[in-house]
């Protein structure tokens, strides 16, 4: 299940009133990419497509955190009954499906790393998993970034990003164009 977009949308704007900053804009931003490549890919649903985007990163609601804010949104949203936007909470960073590739501090339990790291174990992605997660490579605060310039700046921040990820990022990236039969970039602008 999932929410409606108007119940998604009062998620996300509670969860940046619990917790302002560019988190929320980037939601926003990946939302709409997301709802435009569906839109364009012909075999998504634009309107779930939306969802996804907007609330991938709601586990922010609970504070400046980095692995838990994975944990905490698919928590909160396991606890809502939203068991498909849990789903992308931990997937949408994970572009290569495993634990030990994210990029930032490990900020929770090792009882918390076991949870996720099993969960993700057990998941197939399928294309809203991708979607979410070429997004999520999209997205900036401010707007649509070129992947390349939105990951050397998570770079940039964290001191690192494994170029298996980058490499995966961009197979996405062309992935999606192949199915769109159109540049990324036209699509999302």
């Not at 990820?165 to 769109?180: C, G, I, Q, T």
């Amino acid at each position: 299940m999932r929410p409606t977009r108007e119940v998604a949308e009062e998620l996300l704007r509670d969860g940046e009133a619990c917790n302002p900053g560019a988190w929320a804009d980037h939601c926003r931003v990946a939302a709409l990419c997301a709802e435009r490549i569906a839109g364009a890919c012909g075999d998504l649903d634009p309107e779930k497509a939306y969802v996804l985007g907007l609330l991938h990163d709601i586990g922010r609601k609970f504070g400046i955190m980095h692995m838990g804010h994975i944990y905490d949104g698919y928590q909160y949203m396991m606890q809502l009954g939203y068991d498909e936007v849990a789903r992308i909470c931990l997937s949408h960073s994970f572009s290569i499906q495993r634990l030990e590739d994210y990029v930032g501090k490990w900020d929770i339990t090792k009882e918390q790393q076991e949870e996720l790291k099993r969960r993700l174990d057990e998941m197939v992605y399928d294309d809203y998993d991708l979607l979410i997660q070429v997004c999520d490579s999209l997205a900036g605060a401010e707007g649509v970034m070129k992947m390349e310039d939105r990951m050397a700046d998570v770079r940039r921040r964290y001191g690192a990003y494994p170029q298996d990820k980058w490499d995966k990022n961009l197979e996405l990236k062309a992935y999606f164009e192949e199915k769109m039969q159109q540049d990324i970039y036209a699509v999302v602008r």
